[in-house]
């Protein structure tokens, strides 16, 4: 069964640092571009950050402007996992956090930007961050 999982939410003060991780299980991960998307409570999902794929080149990455600076996207192909390195975190980031993995590095940038309304083929459930003092 293919499938991404989330997990590394919690709850952390304003200025603190989580790392959220998307692990891939039942396929290759290095095949698939990876992006981060989030949605607070009574708000749409929105994309927060992207990673191609890295099977013939270094993979590039792109992060929107209300966290650039601040969060950072990685992978790691060993093991089949993408990460998301959350630093000054402010209490606007509080959310559910969802990593969506597929194959088109276009299909994934696109629903990060906010660019497309296509599907992504895997998805994962989310992990809840809240950032609070």
């Known amino acids: 069964q293919l499938r991404v999982v989330e997990s590394g939410g919690g709850l952390v003060e304003p200025g603190g640092s989580l790392r959220l991780s998307c692990a891939a299980s039942g396929f290759t991960l290095a095949h698939y571009a990876v992006g981060w998307f989030r949605q607070a409570p009574g708000k749409e999902r929105e994309g927060v950050s992207y990673?191609?794929?890295?099977?013939?080149?270094?993979?590039?990455?792109y992060h929107e402007n209300a966290v650039e600076g601040r969060f950072t996207i990685s992978r790691d192909d060993a093991k089949n996992t993408v990460y998301l390195q959350m630093n000054s975190l402010k209490p606007e980031d509080t959310a559910v956090y969802y990593c969506?993995?597929?194959?088109?590095?276009?299909?994934?940038?696109?629903?990060?930007?906010?660019?497309?309304?296509?599907?992504?083929?895997?998805w994962g459930q989310g992990t809840l961050v809240t950032v609070s003092s």
């Open positions: 990673i191609s794929d890295s099977v013939y080149a270094p993979s590039s990455t």
């Open positions: 969506a993995a597929d194959a088109s590095s276009a299909r994934v940038f696109g629903a990060v930007i906010g660019d497309s309304n296509e599907s992504l083929e895997l």
